[in-house]
């Protein structure tokens, strides 16, 4: 859908700046964009590299054992058809190792690779499991203790304290995700009826 809208979009700017006889205001904006789309994407990609190095540092160290072991019981709590199930658990700790420090692009392999292992153990392959659906709810509401991808872009845009969002973030999501967990616990309690 998105494939039309964007180019329909950009189509009817054009006419409408030929028509309005501001053809020379629509070039700047786009040599004026093109500039800003460059520095947001080096302060990305920078930001996004320096995380994924150290998430990777994290990944081959006795640091990421430490961590799935605090997380385990939560984890067990939340996913219990996949307590039994490594290959899941472990790439749903990643997930949310990596969600919880921000690194959202890092998180999605991860995902991924939690979501097919639920699914080769969910019996009913029209439905989803319940802890595909936990999986859904807590990457949505995605719980972030370090948001490093809204710092970056603010650090992009100049922002005179880039960081200064961290603690509304913090009670956003804190409060999305619990709101996440709990209706999702109400709502498979309620189907099982």
Request: hydrophobic letters at 50%.
């Amino acid at each position: 859908m998105l494939n039309y809208i964007w180019p329909l979009l950009i189509l009817c700017s054009f006419i409408y700046a030929i028509i309005s006889g501001n053809i020379e205001e629509l070039n700047n904006s786009i040599f004026e964009s093109l500039e800003e789309v460059i520095t947001l994407s080096m302060t990305m990609v920078g930001t996004m590299c320096l995380w994924c190095g150290l998430m990777e540092i994290v990944k081959n160290t006795s640091i990421m054992p430490k961590l799935k072991k605090i997380l385990r019981p939560v984890l067990v709590w939340l996913f219990p058809e996949a307590k039994n199930n490594e290959e899941a658990m472990d790439n749903i700790s990643m997930n949310t190792i990596s969600n919880i420090l921000g690194l959202g692009n890092a998180a999605t392999p991860a995902g991924i690779k939690a979501m097919e292992a639920l699914s080769e153990s969910n019996i009913d392959k029209k439905r989803l499991s319940d802890s595909m659906l936990m999986l859904i709810v807590l990457n949505t509401t995605s719980l972030e203790l370090i948001p490093t991808t809204v710092i970056a872009v603010r650090a992009s845009l100049n922002a005179n304290n880039p960081a200064s969002i961290i603690v509304p973030i913090w009670v956003s999501t804190i409060i999305g995700t619990l709101v996440g967990i709990i209706s999702t616990k109400i709502l498979i309690k309620r189907s099982k009826k």
